[in-house]
């Protein structure tokens, strides 16, 4: 089982739409959950952090965490062409060493 | 402006000619690492250090030195580079504590070993 899963995509929704992005990890000591959005040859970018269950909203993005069923989502309202990209989904287990998923990538259609 | 600066941005080589890439970050930050990515692997640590003349050994260190001797540089050595070493490599900084709250990327280095 891998450390940190996400589904490849793409995941296609028309421009306006709620995207939601999905990330599953193995480590129950996990303490700290991270989206990263990658542009294609780009670096990797922060966008949310979360740290407790619940919901976590920073103007169109909002990151939710379930702890208890190991999962975490970044849900992108009013989804625009710009946000066409692959986001990273990162947890921090138990030893503090951050782990990256392989990535979900997202495409807006107009 | 903070930033990590990392260089070449584009290598080709060949197998065995000894490379170096460089890592520069001017954020004063403590800790340090490299990543490399490959498609369908996703981002997969090389090495990282948690301070000057600290160093440790991420998830695919075979293959890769680095050395930490000041704060702000944290070079990648390839000593006898493979094709399979071929790939996308990140620098990136944060913060004291280690803690990945912030982690900032340097812009790639592209790398083909032929």
């Known amino acids: 089982q891998k450390e940190v899963e996400q589904n490849s995509g793409p995941l296609s929704v028309p421009e306006g739409a709620i995207a939601s992005l999905n990330c599953t990890y193995s480590d129950r000591g996990s303490q700290s959950f991270f989206w990263y959005r990658q542009y294609s040859g780009k670096s990797p970018e922060l966008i949310m952090s979360i740290y407790s269950n619940g919901d976590k909203e920073d103007g169109r993005f909002t990151a939710q965490l379930n702890k208890a069923s190991q999962y975490v989502s970044l849900l992108i309202r009013d989804s625009q062409p710009s946000d066409s990209a692959t986001y990273l989904c990162a947890v921090t287990g138990t030893a503090s060493k951050l782990t990256f998923g392989t990535g979900t990538r997202l495409q807006v259609t107009l | 402006e903070a930033q990590v600066t990392q260089n070449p941005r584009y290598l080709i080589t060949v197998t065995g000619k000894k490379l170096t890439v460089t890592c520069s970050q001017n954020m004063n930050h403590e800790y340090m690492s490299w990543y490399r990515q490959d498609p369908g692997l996703g981002l997969r640590q090389i090495y990282y250090?948690?301070?000057?003349?600290?160093?440790d050994k991420g998830d695919v260190p075979e293959g890769y030195k680095v050395s930490r001797k000041e704060k702000r540089n944290f070079p990648l050595i390839l000593e006898s580079p493979s094709p399979n070493q071929t790939s996308l490599y990140f620098c990136a900084s944060q913060g004291a504590g280690g803690f990945p709250d912030t982690q900032y990327f340097g812009p790639g280095t592209r790398l083909t070993v032929l």
């Open positions: 250090s948690m301070n000057v003349e600290v160093t």
